[in-house]
């Protein structure tokens, strides 16, 4: 699996999330302490992101970021 299907996979998880557990991600930002432009940035593939902001996200998401090498 290529970085961006990964990262696809990782944005609509998210969107998904927010759209079930919130009524806007700016309360899911507040509510998981999380930084409304990162997660923007996130959601709209504006940049490539830290390993540490990937797993914040996850644990924003209550999963567990998974990384392998195949």
């Given at each position: ?8 996979k990782?944005?609509?998880?998210l ?56």
């Open positions: 699996m290529e970085n961006q299907d990964v990262f696809l990782m944005r609509e998880s969107k998904l999330y927010i759209s079930k557990n919130y009524s806007s991600t700016e309360e899911f930002c507040w509510d998981k302490d999380v930084n409304k432009a990162t997660v923007s940035n996130f959601l709209n593939g504006k940049k490539d992101f830290q390993l540490s902001t990937l797993i914040k996200i996850a644990q924003a998401m209550e999963k567990n970021l998974k990384i392998g090498l195949e």
